[in-house]
């Protein structure tokens, strides 16, 4: 078993940036491939990002690729999604999980935090 918590959500004007973070709970977190998804209202979530295991390959959305950067540390049992470069319309809830299966499952996913961009 796998609990995932998010945190860093916010509200920021478009052009801003935060930080997303993910801790997750449980000892074979390591060998799991993580990824960042998100949901605006009315919408179906979307994937945004993935992470190997070992973090040396990294995956985005054609929407997120070059404003967004997902990491991990290991040593720490977290994911972290650095947003640069914020729009209006990646306002969502943002929700960590894994291990990610192609870009639509997971066997375990957060609560999610809000992200608000403002025009």
């Known amino acids: 078993q796998v609990q995932l918590v998010e945190s860093g959500g916010g509200l920021v004007q478009a052009g801003g940036s935060l930080r997303l973070s993910c801790a997750a709970s449980?000892?074979?977190?390591?060998?799991?491939?993580m990824g960042w998804f998100r949901q605006a209202p009315g919408k179906e979530r979307e994937f945004v990002a993935r992470?190997?295991?070992?973090?040396?390959?990294?995956y985005y959305s054609d929407s997120v690729k070059g404003r967004f950067t997902i990491s991990r540390d290991n040593a720490k049992n977290a994911v972290y999604l650095q947003m640069n470069s914020l729009k209006p319309e990646d306002t969502a809830v943002y929700y960590c999980?894994?291990?990610?299966?192609?870009?639509?499952?997971?066997?375990?996913w957060g609560q999610g935090t809000q992200v608000t961009v403002s025009s």
């Open positions: 999980a894994g291990p990610v299966r192609g870009d639509s499952s997971a066997d375990y």
């Open positions: 449980g000892r074979t977190f390591s060998s799991y491939n």
């Open positions: 992470i190997s295991w070992s973090g040396s390959s990294t």
